[in-house]
């Protein structure tokens, strides 16, 4: 699937996922803080635009909302410094990295991968994207409401690490490039999914609308 920029479309290649990136979040799972951090994949099938309903994958019953800033790349990157690790920052949007709870953490019990609680069809949803200029990743705010309901808050600052140093981190340990997204991690407040969920997102400027189906 391809995303949108100022009304072009971009193809997406890997999609990178930041864990434990809030305190309060970690700690509402009873997670620890780690010293580097904790990536994950989502496959590009997994992706999600607005217009059509959320639908659950049949093999959970706890499917979480997390809210998340993402990150477009707009050109490759490898081994870039965090000084200048913005420069490759296409866009910034907002989105959802739904995940399979229960799932979750029968594999983690396991010690096996996330892939199939983070993986799914529809796990990845995504806004529209703006250009890199009209955001600061370093002082952004954002919401997520479930059916009118303040859930979410995220705040920027209180990331354990920063867009730029995600930006550089992943450059160098995996190299990006162009299309690449970042799921820059969710703060505290995720909370299970039903039929009928109305999900409203905004960044300020840029939001977004899911609902899941009946």
Not at 2 to 24: K, M, P, S, W
Not at 97 to 123: C, I, N, Y
């Amino acid at each position: 699937m391809n995303i949108r920029l100022q009304g072009e479309d971009h193809r997406v290649g890997t999609i990178f996922c930041i864990g434990r990136n809030y305190a309060d979040h970690a700690a509402e799972l009873g997670n620890a803080m780690e010293e580097e951090p904790v990536v994950f994949l989502k496959p590009a099938a997994a992706l999600q635009a607005e217009g059509k309903p959320l639908v659950l994958p049949a093999f959970s019953q706890d499917v979480h909302f997390e809210c998340e800033l993402l990150v477009l790349i707009g050109r490759d990157a490898d081994n870039v410094g965090v000084a200048e690790a913005l420069d490759y920052v296409a866009g910034y949007g907002i989105g959802l990295d739904l995940t399979a709870r229960d799932v979750q953490s029968e594999v983690k019990a396991k010690g096996l991968p996330w892939t199939k609680a983070k993986g799914f069809r529809g796990a990845a949803c995504v806004s529209d994207f703006v250009p890199a200029s009209a955001l600061d990743p370093l002082a952004a705010r954002f919401t997520l409401h479930v059916n009118d309901v303040l859930r979410q808050q995220g705040d920027t600052t209180l990331m354990r690490f920063s867009v730029p140093f995600l930006v550089s981190y992943l450059s160098q340990l995996y190299g990006l490039r162009a299309g690449d997204l970042i799921y820059t991690g969710t703060p505290a407040g995720v909370g299970q999914l039903q039929p009928g969920d109305r999900l409203a997102l905004d960044l300020g400027v840029v939001q977004a609308q899911w609902q899941v189906a009946a």
